[in-house]
């Protein structure tokens, strides 16, 4: 897949912030997402996130692995430095780049697919390690790139676009970055900028495994039998030498609603998500009673946003291993190989 670069001029008397660049300075290429999707959204808000917190974008390292959400680092911040690792694998690969690094800013960015199925025992282990990084899933609860499967974080009583009623337990990856120790968890929904963009910005500046995860609707699938769209039926009934889809643009879905309340917000097909932002006197640190209350309003059919939780206080993986100040790739021949003395000591302090 070719990605399209967006044009190099732009206007002379565009917005800069302190370092005398403009958002353009933090896009990437033209999205070859779905129009109307909800993860050119975050994109965007990591774009104005980043802009507005005068980041340099070759201080971020941005991750991903396999499916919808792990294409998007394409789509912002181009001169950042980028590794797309295969599926469910990008917290690995982010601590150990970490490890060897922690000058960089890190942001991961996955799917429920990615997260919460085959990379699940991944994002535990990274959440619980305290990895110093921005943890971003697009939860769409579907697999967009195969057409719409119920994914493990669908509710269930769920119906698909088939009329399929999914009959699994949903995992809840708030609850469980909770339970795992993350110091900062937030959710938040891809068309409400006005709330994600200082989630991403508190995020970026935490430090410790600050995790969000973003409703982010999957706008259009449609590869179910009867379907003269899918895939199937295109692949034997098509004798061209290429296999195109199309895809109808939907327009973008934006709320804006106040802390406290509750607000309906209808998607591109009928359904409808409900949304509760958190009100001004929640507390905000306080891990128990952040668990107690996503269990209350799950049974009351709402779906939190907003910051969750937060440790003001906390450390990250660099400092409970007491690792190097002096990140790994600046350290110079003597300090690599210390002699045989320092060895002999580290091997005395381990008898």
Not at 10 to 21: E, M, Q, R, V, Y
Request: some cysteine; aromatic content about 6%; hydrophobic content about 35%.
């Amino acid at each position: 897949m070719s990605f399209l670069p967006k044009p190099r001029m732009h206007h002379p008397d565009l917005h800069t912030n302190a370092l005398g660049l403009t958002r353009r300075d933090y896009e990437g290429a033209i999205s070859t997402l779905c129009a109307g999707c909800g993860h050119d959204s975050i994109s965007a808000a990591i774009v104005r996130a980043c802009f507005e917190l005068d980041i340099e974008p070759h201080r971020v390292a941005k991750l991903s692995g396999i499916g919808c959400t792990s294409k998007t680092p394409t789509y912002f911040l181009g001169a950042s430095h980028g590794f797309n690792s295969v599926h469910g694998r990008m917290p690995s690969v982010l601590t150990g780049a970490n490890l060897a690094n922690h000058d960089l800013i890190y942001l991961g960015v996955s799917g429920d697919g990615d997260s919460a199925s085959i990379g699940f025992g991944q994002f535990a282990h990274s959440i619980r390690r305290g990895v110093n990084m921005t943890y971003i899933v697009e939860n769409n609860g579907v697999y967009g790139l195969t057409k719409g499967q119920f994914s493990a974080t669908s509710d269930k009583g769920a119906k698909s676009k088939r009329g399929v009623v999914n009959s699994d337990e949903a995992i809840d990856m708030v609850s469980i970055a909770l339970q795992l120790g993350a110091t900062f968890v937030a959710r938040s929904f891809s068309g409400d900028k006005v709330q994600l963009v200082p989630l991403i910005q508190a995020a970026l500046r935490h430090k410790g495994a600050a995790f969000i995860d973003c409703i982010s609707p999957c706008v259009a699938f449609n590869n179910h039998d009867g379907s003269t769209k899918s895939y199937d039926y295109v692949r034997e009934h098509n004798s061209a030498m290429n296999y195109l889809d199309v895809i109808t643009g939907r327009d973008e879905i934006v709320v804006d609603y106040a802390p406290g309340t509750t607000e309906i917000v209808t998607q591109h097909d009928g359904s409808t998500l409900q949304l509760r932002k958190l009100s001004q006197d929640y507390d905000v640190h306080d891990r128990v009673a952040a668990i107690a209350f996503l269990a209350e309003r799950h049974a009351a059919g709402d779906i939190p946003t907003g910051l969750i939780y937060v440790d003001p206080e906390a450390d990250d993986l660099h400092g409970y291993l007491h690792t190097s100040p002096t990140p790994l790739n600046a350290l110079t021949d003597s300090e690599l190989c210390p002699g045989s003395a320092a060895l002999e000591k580290l091997n005395a302090s381990l008898r």
